[in-house]
């Protein structure tokens, strides 16, 4: 089975590491920059100098306390060290556990701050986005890119603030103690930092191409999932199971390969760390069979020198750490700069209560440059009008009513509410007053009466009642077991595609739009089922601009004026007598669909 997905996300960013983007990650944490201050504050006193004290606090002790020189009153001088080396080591304590906890605690916030800052921006992106990329895609940024960055935010950003502090602390005491040794140790550190660096770019594109695989894989997840019964319908479950497999392998791989470049930063930092200690082996014993340094200075030297290679350590696991991140950063970057293709300007006045007049201009639009679907489209409705838009697929009907309801905007010409462009009108203002039926009801996870008050979540119970009695819903309603706070799955799959539109059209006419709009909104309902909403149609039309998208055309006889397209192109306009009465192309529709439902 060949198949593959090429999405417009699924590219590396080839870019080099780009600190002020992850400065701008960083600026998620300012509002909690108090917390966080009180946090290193608290380890650098409490965590910090405690640990940093007790080294030379055992180099006293061996020195003097331990010395035999100093005779019987050693013993008390060795106490009074204990006592307060114990008393360090609580306060050590305490604050390791402060800070676990507030660290914490910060980083989930941010956490929340960012998945809701992303969420909320992909909310208001236009058709076009959503248009070239998959929903998995889209879920993987919202799930998996931003859970990526939660080690970084609970542990990174306040664990490294202390570590870079305790490491100057440290640099300081072992040139304190003894400058030259001390200089001697440090020429190891930029041996390290340039291994690293010629790693880092490796690293950082690995973590990348991981990212992208598990985009593709949560992707297909997605897509398997929805199409299921396509599947299962064509016998390809064993195909799809070996296609699945061959991304997971994929997947494996590319984790292994980044997982085993990010393993050898530990490798570099210990070979470090053996050449420091034989340095300070070698030249300490040397200084003390000269009398430069004591045996005591010398362990605590050796005690600092491991407290030295700790913060190292953990400075080289998060700028490892940062390489995974910024993998991630970027890609949630990508979708925060993506900027809406339907922008609502500044200036955008709010739409006053409309009385239903719409024109279209001299209209033109595309989905793609090359590929015109719309062509010098004029169209004059009046208020309380009911149009109907027919064509075969593909001519453009659909698109109409897109550019009306502004998920789109016109290439060339305008488009007109009472006189008014859409491009002027503030775009929740402009959608509030319209409403729409799908083809496809989407039905969201929760109870019938929710879903029908969706577009008008102030709504009482009477209200909806009275929407769903009107559409012929209220019925099927009752019967259920629990009526209309009966729970319904995602996509309403636990009822028929005609109680789905049903529902559709109660949460319609429960908003209550100056202008209606039915996209094909019946295809999905029974003959049947067809005729007990003709009624109720007349009902949610009346005294409303409409707008009737359809291909069975017995719903659109008494429409006040018929619009034919072709291939982007009105070819015909006008009610249906006169169309028929002209026998061009939509007498040759009715004809072709007469002949289809005859045969």
């Known amino acids: 089975m060949s198949r593959q997905f090429k999405y417009q996300d699924d590219e590396l960013i080839e870019k080099a590491f780009n600190w002020k983007q992850m400065g701008r990650l960083f600026t998620f944490v300012k509002p909690y920059r108090s917390d966080v201050n009180k946090v290193v504050f608290v380890m650098t006193v409490f965590g910090m100098l405690t640990k940093l004290a007790i080294p030379f606090l055992i180099s006293q002790a061996i020195d003097k306390a331990l010395s035999p020189e100093d005779g019987t009153g050693s013993r008390g001088l060795l106490a009074g060290i204990m006592g307060v ?15 676990i906890l507030k660290t914490n605690e910060i980083g989930q916030k941010v956490i929340y701050d960012l998945r809701t800052r992303l969420f909320n921006h992909i909310q208001r992106l236009s058709f076009r986005f959503f248009d070239k990329r998959p929903a998995g895609s889209v879920l993987v940024r919202v799930t998996n890119d931003v859970n990526s960055l939660q080690d970084l935010f609970t542990n990174g950003v306040v664990n490294s603030a202390i570590d870079i502090a305790q490491l100057a602390g440290i640099i300081l005491i072992l040139l304190a103690l003894n400058f030259k040794l001390g200089l001697a140790i440090m020429i190891t550190v930029p041996l390290m930092f340039l291994v690293s660096t010629a ?4 690293i950082r594109f690995a973590w990348q191409t991981v990212r992208i695989k598990q985009s593709r894989i ?17 016998a390809q479950e064993n195909e799809n199971i070996a296609f699945f497999d061959g991304m997971n392998r994929s997947n494996i791989r590319s984790w292994n390969f980044a997982s085993a470049l990010n393993q050898l930063f530990g490798p570099v930092i210990e070979v470090t760390s053996a050449v420091g200690t034989l340095i300070l082996l070698l030249y300490g014993t040397h200084l003390i069979r000269t009398g430069d340094m004591t045996v005591g200075l010398l362990v605590a030297f050796i005690t600092y020198i491991g407290y030295f290679w700790e913060p190292i350590t953990r400075l080289g696991q998060m700028y490892s ?14 979708y925060l700069d993506e900027k809406p293709a339907v922008a609502e300007k500044e200036e955008a006045i709010e739409l006053p209560e409309v009385k239903g007049e719409v024109v279209f201009d001299q209209v033109e639009f595309g989905y793609e440059a090359d590929r015109p679907a719309l062509r010098s489209i004029n169209l004059n409705i009046k208020p309380g009008m009911t149009v109907a838009l027919v064509g075969h697929t593909g001519s453009g009907k659909s698109t109409i009513v897109n550019l009306l309801c502004r998920f789109y905007d016109t290439v060339k010409g305008s488009v007109r509410i009472d006189g008014i462009d859409v491009r002027d009108i503030q775009l929740d203002s402009l959608r509030k007053q319209i409403g729409i039926v799908m083809q496809d009801t989407f039905i969201f996870s929760g109870t019938i009466r929710d879903n029908i008050r969706y577009g008008r979540p102030d709504a009482t119970d009477a209200e909806v009642e009275a929407a769903a009695r009107s559409v012929r819903a209220h019925e099927f309603i009752s019967n259920l077991p629990g009526g209309y706070d009966t729970e319904v799955e995602e996509r309403g799959s636990a009822l028929s595609m005609g109680q789905r539109q049903l529902l559709s059209f109660a949460r319609a006419l429960l908003a209550d739009p100056r202008i209606l709009i039915l996209d094909e909104a019946t295809a999905s309902i029974d003959t049947e089922t067809e005729l007990r909403i003709q009624e109720a149609m007349r009902t949610l039309l009346a005294d409303r601009t409409s707008f009737i998208v359809a291909h069975r055309l017995s719903t659109i006889r008494h429409a006040d004026l018929i619009v034919v397209l072709d291939h982007g192109v009105i070819v015909e306009q006008g009610n249906h007598e006169q169309l028929m009465k002209h026998g061009g192309h939509y007498r040759n529709l009715i004809d072709a669909q007469y002949r289809f439902l005859s045969a």
């Open 85 to 99: 080396m114990l008393a360090m080591f609580l306060l050590r304590w305490w604050a390791q556990r402060y800070t």
């Open 199 to 202: 790693l880092r770019k490796k």
């Open 321 to 334: 750490q940062l390489l995974i991140s910024m993998s991630s950063a970027e890609r949630i970057f990508e």
């Open 218 to 234: 949560n992707s297909h997840l997605n897509e398997s999932i929805q199409g299921i019964r396509v599947t299962q319908a064509f």
